[in-house]
């Protein structure tokens, strides 16, 4: 009964399914009474509390300050600036109703928030000395979305926000760039998922901006994930929302405005990229348990076994996130089993017999790799193991990603690759062939990498001259 209730659908049987098992029986999320919403539970908070440790560490080095703005929007603000409404309002929830009467105005439940911080920015704004402003906000929003699937589309989600105004041009798009980095050092560091740094497209940019930048990860499945996003949105949004400044030479100007987001996609990306047939793998740094102590209790050492483990959980909890399982109902089989499906990278079993060498044995989660240590040896063991796992699982994925990113000459290719995996191509920046890529095949442009070298190709998709490098690929 135990091993039926934690059955896992194997990733080659069917992706999805595999996925909903693993988030579901590794007590991440629940689905809530609400289509399209969904609970994270606390196993599943904790990594998103790990994220934002990471990210607010990396914000306040660069000089950001985090603070709240509010949950709705007034219509005539979030209309002010035309291509962004154009693009949101789709997807926008409208509250109509408070206090029992129907609004004078409609208010949006935000999907975005540079209307109503580009509002407040107007006023707080007057003179060079105020700039450059770098806030960050972490908040909800809400996009009204027809499909879901827990933390990579939800109609409400998790995020940060940054939004930051700057006195020439040149420093905001420094920002863009930066943030964007900052993404990628706690994305590879962190959740060691390895990413594509790239430009957006035309006609794949955030709507509003001058320039999208964007961070594409590669999941197991060969599909790819839009993990990160940095927008340099020029003086679009502070011309709709009159952020002007009083420069030193004593003219009045429109400041350089950006913002970046990052939401708890990044959570359905961990899972997608490490996880296998016995659950989640969690990368140490952002894993909520990273040591399991299991003890092997059988007749007459059971309190010697017991009494050993909690001295040895004495001993690591100093320095790592531990649990002992001493749950009587259940064997050590089960446990493993369990703790496996959650992702702990590490498991130290005990037993009567470890009691009597004075050893412990530890097993890894990643590879399955296990090996004797003695127990003056634990703390340091389990210390250089996690930085172990934690390496070899970026490494790991940063390998599948070098497999499964193909160069073609012409995008058809894909095809015999099933369109799994990245493609890479040049193209002749119309978007006429990017519509028919997309027609054709389902693929979209990830990204214009920002290592690409200058060239002078033919276009993957139409032949024609090309100086654009691109990748694409099928993505969430
Ligand atoms: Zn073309």
């Not at 300050?65 to 926008?92: D, M, Q, R, W």
Request: proline share 4%.
């Amino acid at each position: 009964m135990e091993n039926v209730l934690k059955e896992i659908t194997p990733k080659s049987v069917d992706y999805s399914q595999w996925y909903v098992d693993v988030i579901t029986k590794a007590d991440l999320v629940d689905y809530a009474p609400i289509k399209g919403f969904m609970v994270i539970k606390p196993y599943g908070y904790r990594i998103w509390e790990f994220i934002q440790e990471a990210m607010n560490k990396e914000f306040r080095a660069t000089g950001h300050e985090n603070a709240y703005f509010p949950l709705l929007i007034p219509e005539h603000l979030l209309t002010k600036e035309a291509e962004h409404v154009e693009g949101f309002s789709p997807e926008v929830a409208w509250v109509t109703m408070g206090g029992g009467e129907v609004l004078s105005e409609r208010l949006a439940v935000r999907p975005t928030s540079e209307t109503i911080i580009g509002a407040m920015y107007s006023k707080w704004i007057q003179s060079y000395r105020d700039l450059p402003v770098l806030m960050n906000q972490w908040s909800n929003v809400v996009r009204w979305e027809k499909a879901t699937r827990p933390f990579l589309r939800t109609t409400e989600f998790l995020w940060q926000e940054g939004h930051t105004v700057h006195r020439t041009r040149e420093e905001a798009e420094r920002e863009t760039l930066q943030q964007l980095f900052i993404y990628q050092r706690v994305i590879e560091g962190e959740l060691a998922i390895p990413v594509v740094a790239g430009r957006k497209s035309a006609g794949e940019r955030f709507a509003g901006a001058v320039e999208t930048y964007t961070l594409e990860a590669l999941m197991g499945d060969g599909r790819a994930l839009q993990i990160a996003t940095s927008h340099f949105l020029g003086q679009n949004f502070a011309q709709a929302f009159d952020i002007q400044f009083l420069d030193e030479d004593g003219v009045l100007k429109y400041g350089w405005t950006t913002s970046w987001g990052s939401s708890t996609r990044m959570i359905g990306g961990l899972i997608m990229v490490h996880g296998d047939d016995k659950g989640l793998r969690l990368p140490p740094r952002v894993a909520p348990i990273q040591v399991v102590i299991v003890p092997i209790m059988r007749g007459a050492e059971r309190d010697a076994v017991l009494a050993y483990a909690d001295r040895l959980q004495k001993m690591l909890s100093a320095r790592f996130r531990v649990r002992l399982d001493a749950r009587p109902e259940f064997t050590p089989g089960y446990k493993y089993n369990d703790w496996e499906m959650r992702g702990v990278p590490l498991r130290i079993e005990v037993g009567p017999r470890d009691v009597a060498q004075g050893a412990v044995v530890m097993a890894r989660r990643d590879t399955g790799d296990k090996a004797p240590v003695m127990l003056g040896d634990v703390v340091d063991a389990v210390a250089t193991w996690l930085d172990d796992i934690q390496a070899h699982l970026l490494e790991e994925a940063r390998q599948r990603l070098a497999e499964r990113t193909v160069a073609v000459s012409d995008y058809r290719e894909a095809a015999q690759h099933g369109y799994r995996g990245f493609f890479t191509g040049d193209w002749c920046g119309q978007e006429s062939c990017a519509e028919q890529l997309k027609a054709d095949t389902g693929m979209t442009i990830r990204c214009l990498p920002l290592d690409a070298k200058p060239r002078s190709g033919r276009c993957v998709v139409c032949q024609g001259e090309a100086s654009e490098r691109m990748v694409f690929a099928r993505a969430y």
